[in-house]
């Protein structure tokens, strides 16, 4: 982006990130010239209608009903055809019993699994899957009078499918069954044995309760009459628990949960010929796991409302503990308001109450009647802070809080959380509000590799609003490139469960100016969190996806622009080949073959050049997948300066820029690309970019086609943090990143700038010629001092390049011995600042550019001939 700073008129409106939430409200969006007015919230307007009243029903999704029916919720994965039970207190959504059907990348075949499930007054669906008996049985027949716009009220409302036979022969009915006044979902299996032997069925649930989740089993009677096994996500409220009658849960290990049921201490059932196993379960959800206990309890309970607040006012995310003497029975964390309600058995309880930025209160509270009281904690400290950009006008920006002189610093929880994780807190709007303990923090400032790092010292007190502020210089001049980020990830990926508002905010804060949406398996879009905050004019997108197959890791490929189908399997993308050849040509020819980037990630180009099996042994590879490649992923950038170990193991492609110039030099052009591949919101994006030529520099102004044109011919610029210009001259001529030009007399002048800002710097420049550092063409720090500055321009010079025959010519800069430091986190922090810039074309002869085969002297798998 140029220096000259853009600010819309429409900046974000404030983001309240502490205990307290801000009232939910209509806010006006502009998109383009038109002015919508969209709810910020939906949930907040539309579920405060009552849900009293309303009879069971099973209804078959449509377009149409689909926004009125699915839960909200981050791990929602309904579409068109699948079924909706619910009643007034459940909505549960079951996968149509189809072949084809998989929720994401890591939950597949799900055809009758229970995709969705949640309360209706705290719509917020969690689970990634539940499955009777663990996919054992496939649910691939439609039942009978199913319509495309199925709907049936009444009591109780009752899905019931048939499988295929399984491979020893056995055959399942699943019913799902809710009734009106029901606060749990009945499973029944009904396994059937219609062979002459007697079978062995093993009797296992599967579940998927991903990473934030945690579980556990309360022994029968503890909670329910049956023992009941349960999952807690405390960082994103939703409990789940499931019960069997005359059965055991244990739990399994494995990505899951897993579930055995046992009884007599087998998880097995015989079935004997002609005879047929049936077993029910009861399926439960609450917005904590005191609501679940409640829920399922088999002991008198009483209503408990439970606000709890300070003198700011009401506290959301407070975690209230209930505990019998030592033993925890279950805790809930406060909702918006500051509230908790839930149905808790009848008994006296230590409460202990925790949240962030304020001392913890304990008390006692005996429950006989239904209860409503208030708590009361100590007030935090508050630091507001506001960033501004050089014009005065608010930036997204990433604030991280580090304890100083005996003041802890804060935790604001997983890193899959979008606002706030670790100690950092993102703002979309220029502005953020955080609840502290008193102390003493440093504060670090940033908005990307382009705006100067401010850090600064503040002291809070319990009870007051320490207000700080920073300006955040644009130092570093871009003009003509915009920066991009081309493969990242958030929960519908089905490989992490990182809120995918967080993604977006990561970016923005980070100062990306393009980034497609390119999760795993489905084709999505960043556009509904572009509009919830405001921010349409900062961020340029379009819907991508990453078609992820096997064998690893060649065939994962990313690409954009793709037609987005919403509520359609995999959004409307194609599914994945065991070929990587015909994956990637199907992916390529998508959407009857319209434009757009493909890119190869994170390859191995030993294995695709020619050791498909990485054995060591040549074979015939994958080559044919470099026809279909615009670009490759070849970070880290900083192997451009290394070479392949001398006992390096076949099935390590590193060092992968060292392996793409070989590629090169045998004539396969293929421009590269680096990127995060970010799957967590805390410090995920921006430690990686591309900059790529852009005829502007307003992110409101990037066209799509654009980006895809100038990727796929090379106009980029690869970086972890400096920001490098490579220029080439001949004669009249001249030629950037992915060009071509003609020497003359046998040289080309190249012109070389690195900038950086505050935070970061290099100490080495490399020229490149053919894959080969030339010797004369290099500068360090140490060796030629007068070459590096101090300030915002790190290197700039202008050199001769002789060259003998054709060439590409390739630029880096590094910091060697160095990092990028806190500004990026802990992990990430620890990488050293690289900038590459692709190869230049140098045509000596006159006859085009030729490509001269040199293998660098560590030759790429060749079968002999």
């Not at 990242?488 to 100062?511: C, I, K, M, W, Y």
């Amino acid at each position: 982006m140029a220096l000259s700073s853009h600010a819309p008129d429409w900046a974000d409106p404030q983001s309240v990130l502490n205990g307290h939430s801000p009232a939910h409200k209509c806010a006006p969006v502009r998109l383009g010239r038109w002015r919508l007015s969209v709810l910020t919230s939906i949930w907040s307007c539309v579920l405060l209608l009552p849900t009293l009243g309303l009879g069971a029903e099973l209804i078959r999704l449509t377009d149409e009903n689909y926004d009125q029916l699915v839960p909200a919720g981050k791990e929602v994965d309904a579409i068109v055809g699948d079924f909706v039970l619910r009643n007034e207190h459940l909505v549960v959504v079951v996968a149509q019993p189809e072949p084809w059907r998989h929720a994401n990348l890591t939950i597949r075949n799900v055809g009758g699994a229970i995709l969705d499930f949640s309360t209706r007054d705290g719509s917020n669906d969690q689970l990634g899957l539940y499955s009777p008996l663990g996919g054992r049985y496939a649910f691939r027949q439609m039942p009978d009078g199913i319509t495309a716009d199925y709907r049936r009220e009444g009591s109780p409302a009752v899905l019931e499918l048939e499988s295929a036979p399984a491979s020893d022969g056995t055959v399942c009915r699943l019913i799902y069954s809710l009734g009106d006044g029901d606060t749990s979902l009945t499973i029944t299996t009904l396994v059937s044995n219609p062979t002459d032997s007697a079978v062995e069925v093993p009797v296992r649930d599967s579940m998927r309760a991903d990473r934030t989740f945690t579980d556990g089993i309360d022994a029968s009677g503890e909670t329910a009459a049956e023992a009941l096994f349960w999952v807690e996500d405390r960082w994103f409220p939703q409990a789940y628990g499931v019960v069997a009658a005359g059965w055991t849960p244990v739990k399994v290990s494995g990505r899951g949960p897993i579930i055995d049921w046992t009884r007599e201490g087998r998880a097995t059932e015989t079935v004997a010929p002609g005879a047929t196993f049936e077993m029910q379960r009861r399926f439960y959800a609450a917005s904590h796991r005191l609501g679940l206990r409640g829920v399922a309890s088999a002991h008198e309970t009483a209503p408990v409302h439970l606000l709890v607040k300070d003198s700011w006012g009401p506290i959301s995310d407070a975690l209230v503990t209930f505990s019998r003497g030592e033993t925890v029975h279950a805790s809930a964390a406060t909702d918006d308001e500051g509230r908790i309600q839930a149905q808790v058995p009848a008994g006296e309880y230590n409460l202990k109450i925790t949240s962030q930025g304020r001392p913890s209160r304990e008390l006692t509270l005996t429950v006989e009647d239904a209860i409503d009281t208030t708590v009361e904690l100590e007030p935090s400290a508050r630091i507001k802070a506001t960033v501004v950009d050089d014009s005065g006008a608010p930036i997204p920006f990433k604030l991280e809080l580090v304890g100083r002189d005996g003041t802890d610093s804060p935790d604001f929880g997983p890193d899959s959380r979008a606002w706030a994780s670790g100690n950092v807190v993102y703002s979309a709007s220029g502005e953020t509000v955080v609840d502290v303990m008193p102390g003493t923090y440093e504060l670090v400032f940033s908005h990307g590799i382009e705006h100067d790092a401010v850090i600064k010292p503040i002291t809070v007190v319990a009870g007051e609003v320490g207000e700080t502020s920073a300006t955040l210089k644009h130092v570093v001049d871009t003009t003509g490139w915009v920066s991009t980020e081309y493969h990242s990830h958030s929960t519908p990926s089905g490989d992490n469960t990182s809120d995918q508002l967080g993604r977006v905010l990561n970016l923005l804060a980070e100062n990306l100016e393009f980034a497609p949406c390119t999760e795993h398996a489905r084709i999505d879009s960043y556009v509904p969190h572009l509009i919830r905050l405001d921010a349409l004019d900062r961020l340029a997108t379009c819907s991508g996806m990453e078609l992820t197959g096997g064998p690893l890791p060649a065939n994962h490929q990313n690409a954009f622009p793709l037609i987005l189908r919403p509520r359609r399997q995999n959004g409307g993308g194609p599914e994945t080949d065991i070929n990587p050849v015909v994956q990637i040509e199907r992916l390529a020819m998508w959407d009857d073959g319209a434009p757009k980037l493909v890119q190869t990630n994170h390859p191995n180009l030993k294995q695709i050049f020619g050791d498909v099996n990485t054995d060591g042994v040549p074979d015939e590879g994958l080559r044919g997948m470099f026809g279909f490649m615009d670009v490759m992923e070849v970070h880290p950038p900083a192997s451009l300066f290394q070479t392949p170990a001398a006992d390096q193991k076949p099935n390590d492609g590193s060092p992968v820029m060292f392996h793409w110039m070989q590629l090169l030099n045998l004539g396969y052009r293929i421009p590269g690309v680096v990127n995060t591949d970010a799957h967590y919101n805390l410090h995920g994006s921006g430690w990686l970019r591309n900059y790529v030529r852009s005829s502007s520099d307003l992110p409101s102004e990037i066209q799509v086609d654009e980006m895809v044109r100038n990727s796929e011919a090379g106009r980029v610029i690869m970086t972890s943090g400096p920001y490098l210009e490579v220029v080439a001259r001949a004669g009249d001529a001249v030629a950037i990143s992915g060009e071509d030009i003609a020497a003359v007399d046998g040289a080309i002048e190249l012109s070389i700038r690195v900038q950086c800002p505050n935070w970061l710097d290099v100490n080495r420049v490399q020229v490149f010629v053919n894959g080969r550092p030339v010797d004369n063409l290099g500068w360090t720090r140490r060796e030629s001092p007068d070459a590096f500055g101090n300030d915002v321009v790190k290197f700039e010079r202008t050199v001769s390049v002789p060259l003998t025959e054709d060439a590409h010519v390739i630029v880096g800069t590094i910091g060697e011995g160095l990092n990028l430091g806190r500004v990026m986190g802990s992990q990430y922090g620890n990488q050293p600042p690289v900038a590459v810039a692709n190869p230049i074309f140098v045509d000596v002869d006159g006859d085009g550019f030729q490509a001269n085969g040199d293998d660098l002297d560590h030759p790429l798998p060749v079968i002999a001939r």
